[in-house]
């Protein structure tokens, strides 16, 4: 029933019309005829006048010279960006796909002349996925937009064809739950309630009445609590696929919307254990509004995918050692995994390519570093951390080691942010880092303050946050992440910005040479924790989570 009720949470927030987003709103509104649109306030160039780190002349470390000309002048990143997003492919946890892609990483770094690995920490579902299609056969013909979800069930080669059904209003009970699913036998269940309009948020705002726009957020906000009350008697999506499966169902009908029509989010879980797709806006209202009105719909699905059973999974770990202080670490951190829906281009492609395309940089400018520089190509990300969390569990020496590490994932968009986190002392260092790179490169940087708490998740830097090791978040521009690209279909090669790729990597592979030769350690002093208002004492450092490292041991 817990999980249940976090569904039901997720539902409502997927179905809530979102106007303005937390990670930067906008990039496509409801005006046509190439409206401009004003930046947003982070993407304004800073001066040496309202930041001091920014430099009025030219860098004069040599080091940073050559790393510079190599990354703008003879950068590689969109080339490889090409190679991994278009012909390898996205990269779920376990499947096929990320293997390969892991190869294509150790292979390429081999040839740069950089030792590379993977380092197995565990196992996950195996996954071979394919391709989805589907057809409305009844009231009417018409072909249907659908993704396979991640890890789903394939149909075997074959077509399956069934009715599509959803969940009565008399399941009002998990007693009425069970008596219902007997009923869905032979047929095709849709496991969450439609989207009344697939208009953009914004479209209703700008030309919508103020009558039409209540009426429309009441009635959809009604339909969505009425049928997620009923998939959580089903136990959620999880629990009904092991009904369905049991009572001869064919399969589940999903959707995940993302704020505009052509847009799913594109999920899945290993838990599901019958055929599950994806299905776009206007056809799954479609569907739903058939099968609500008792008007048959029946479809047709061929899925072409298989599952593979437990198979390891690891990181690829590439290491240029140190000359000086070998036992001493500078990381660059990404998460490689992705879901299913694209080619995971911006999640968390883009974090992969700017460290992959800074080792390449640093082994052509930098090729002999003070300390060892380490890159953490982590798996497992999107299933909680588990990747990187099994890393520092398993090289504590590192952890104690860290000098410094530099982590990215959020979108394509040029780093605008770096905070210290909680290490009180760490903004000097950071600022000592800036000032010494070209104004180019800088002046699109805010630089924070220490936080009050270790960052918790989100992203693989929280794993070695948590155990109090200097590892730094790289906050990017949005370019409408949230909606457009963060685990949906859409998040594809065409969405990378090439200028912001380069300037990013070569941004990174300037922080890890300087790391690698400041003559200082990078101080672990600690911010205080925030009080808890319930008691106005000092919260305690957190708990720092354990990796997950089988599937059969997560809920996810």
Same mark, same amino acid.
């Given at each position: 029933?817990?999980?249940?009720?976090?569904?039901?949470?997720?539902?409502?927030?997927?179905?809530?019309?979102?106007?303005?987003?937390?990670?930067?709103?906008?990039?496509?509104?409801?005006?046509?005829?190439?409206?401009?649109?004003?930046?947003?306030?982070?993407?304004?160039?800073?001066?040496?006048?309202?930041?001091?780190?920014?430099?009025?002349?030219?860098?004069?470390?040599?080091?940073?010279?050559?790393?510079?000309?190599?990354?703008?002048?003879?950068?590689?990143?969109?080339?490889?960006?090409?190679?991994?997003?278009?012909?390898?492919?996205?990269?779920?946890?376990?499947?096929?796909?990320?293997?390969?892609?892991?190869?294509?990483?150790?292979?390429?770094?081999?040839?740069?002349?950089?030792?590379?690995?993977?380092?197995?920490?565990?196992?996950?579902?195996?996954?071979?996925?394919?391709? !989805?299609?589907?057809?409305?056969?009844?009231?009417?013909?018409?072909?249907?937009?659908?993704?396979?979800?991640?890890?789903?069930?394939?149909?075997?080669?074959?077509?399956?064809?069934?009715?599509?059904?959803?969940?009565?209003?008399?399941?009002?009970?998990?007693?009425?739950?069970?008596?219902?699913?007997?009923?869905?036998?032979?047929?095709?269940?849709?496991?969450?309630?439609?989207?009344?309009?697939?208009?953009?948020?914004?479209?209703?705002?700008?030309?919508?009445?103020?009558?039409?726009?209540?009426?429309?957020?009441?009635?959809?906000?009604?339909?969505?609590?009425?049928?997620?009350?009923?998939?959580?008697?089903?136990?959620?999506?999880?629990?009904?696929?092991?009904?369905?499966?049991?009572?001869?169902?064919?399969?589940?009908?999903?959707?995940?919307?993302?704020?505009?029509?052509?847009?799913?989010?594109?999920?899945?879980?290993?838990?599901?254990?019958?055929?599950?797709?994806?299905?776009?806006?206007?056809?799954?209202?479609?569907?739903?509004?058939? !099968?609500?009105?008792?008007?048959?719909?029946?479809?047709?699905?061929?899925?072409? !995918?298989?599952?593979?059973?437990?198979?390891?999974?690891?990181?690829?770990?590439?290491?240029?050692?140190?000359?000086?202080?070998?036992?001493?670490?500078?990381?660059?951190?990404?998460?490689?995994?992705?879901?299913?829906?694209?080619?995971?281009?911006?999640?968390?492609?883009?974090?992969?390519?700017?460290?992959?395309?800074?080792?390449?940089?640093?082994?052509?400018?930098?090729?002999?570093?003070?300390?060892?520089?380490?890159?953490?190509?982590?798996?497992?990300?999107?299933?909680?951390?588990?990747?990187?969390?099994?890393?520092?569990?398993?090289?504590?020496?590192?952890?104690?080691?860290?000098?410094?590490?530099?982590?990215?994932?959020?979108?394509?968009?040029?780093?605008?942010?770096?905070?210290?986190?909680?290490?009180?002392?760490?903004?000097?260092?950071?600022?000592?880092?800036?000032?010494?790179?070209?104004?180019?490169?800088?002046?699109?940087?805010?630089?924070?303050?220490?936080?009050?708490?270790?960052?918790?998740?989100?992203?693989?830097?929280?794993?070695?946050?948590?155990?109090?090791?200097?590892?730094?978040?790289?906050?990017?521009?949005?370019?409408?992440?949230?909606?457009?690209?963060?685990?949906?279909?859409?998040?594809?090669?065409?969405?990378?910005?090439?200028?912001?790729?380069?300037?990013?990597?070569?941004?990174?592979?300037?922080?890890?040479?300087?790391?690698?030769?400041?003559?200082?350690?990078?101080?672990?002093?600690?911010?205080?924790?925030?009080?808890?208002?319930?008691?106005?004492?000092?919260?305690?450092?957190?708990?720092?989570?354990?990796?997950?490292?089988?599937?059969?041991?997560?809920?996810?």
């Amino acid at each position: 029933m817990k999980r249940s009720l976090v569904l039901l949470a997720a539902m409502l927030v997927i179905a809530h019309p979102i106007i303005a987003q937390g990670r930067g709103g906008g990039g496509r509104g409801g005006r046509g005829g190439g409206a401009t649109v004003a930046p947003a306030n982070n993407s304004w160039p800073l001066t040496a006048d309202s930041a001091s780190y920014i430099r009025r002349t030219p860098p004069t470390d040599p080091g940073i010279q050559r790393i510079f000309a190599e990354g703008f002048q003879r950068s590689q990143v969109m080339k490889l960006a090409q190679q991994l997003l278009d012909s390898v492919g996205p990269r779920l946890t376990g499947s096929l796909g990320m293997e390969s892609a892991q190869r294509y990483l150790v292979h390429t770094y081999t040839s740069w002349g950089i030792p590379a690995r993977i380092e197995n920490y565990g196992t996950w579902a195996g996954w071979s996925g394919g391709t !989805a299609h589907a057809d409305l056969l009844f009231p009417r013909l018409r072909s249907l937009e659908v993704h396979p979800m991640g890890w789903t069930e394939g149909t075997g080669g074959q077509w399956l064809e069934g009715d599509v059904v959803i969940i009565p209003e008399s399941v009002t009970s998990p007693e009425a739950f069970n008596a219902w699913i007997p009923s869905a036998r032979g047929k095709f269940v849709m496991v969450s309630a439609p989207r009344l309009s697939c208009r953009m948020p914004r479209q209703w705002q700008e030309f919508g009445s103020e009558e039409s726009r209540a009426a429309n957020q009441r009635d959809q906000a009604a339909l969505q609590q009425g049928y997620s009350s009923r998939m959580v008697y089903a136990n959620g999506p999880n629990g009904l696929s092991t009904r369905l499966q049991e009572a001869g169902g064919l399969g589940i009908l999903s959707f995940g919307w993302s704020n505009y029509p052509g847009i799913n989010k594109v999920f899945g879980s290993p838990r599901v254990v019958v055929p599950n797709v994806d299905v776009g806006c206007e056809d799954y209202g479609l569907l739903f509004r058939l !099968a609500q009105n008792n008007q048959s719909p029946r479809i047709r699905l061929l899925v072409q !995918a298989e599952r593979l059973g437990e198979r390891p999974v690891g990181n690829v770990i590439a290491r240029i050692n140190g000359t000086q202080l070998p036992n001493e670490y500078v990381l660059l951190s990404a998460h490689f995994d992705s879901f299913t829906g694209g080619s995971g281009a911006t999640d968390n492609g883009t974090g992969s390519l700017v460290m992959f395309e800074a080792m390449r940089i640093l082994k052509a400018a930098y090729p002999n570093p003070k300390r060892t520089i380490i890159a953490g190509h982590w798996n497992g990300e999107e299933q909680g951390l588990n990747g990187s969390r099994a890393f520092v569990e398993d090289h504590p020496e590192i952890v104690a080691g860290l000098q410094a590490g530099f982590n990215q994932d959020n979108g394509t968009g040029r780093v605008s942010s770096l905070s210290p986190g909680p290490f009180s002392n760490a903004r000097p260092a950071l600022e000592r880092y800036l000032s010494a790179m070209p104004s180019e490169v800088t002046q699109w940087i805010r630089l924070g303050n220490a936080s009050s708490s270790p960052a918790t998740g989100g992203s693989d830097h929280a794993s070695f946050q948590c155990l109090k090791a200097p590892a730094f978040g790289l906050g990017a521009l949005s370019w409408d992440y949230s909606s457009t690209t963060w685990h949906t279909m859409r998040d594809t090669y065409d969405k990378v910005v090439p200028e912001d790729l380069r300037n990013n990597a070569t941004l990174v592979a300037m922080l890890v040479y300087l790391a690698s030769e400041d003559p200082q350690k990078m101080p672990r002093d600690l911010a205080p924790m925030a009080n808890d208002p319930a008691t106005d004492q000092p919260r305690p450092w957190p708990t720092c989570a354990r990796s997950i490292r089988t599937s059969m041991q997560s809920n996810r």
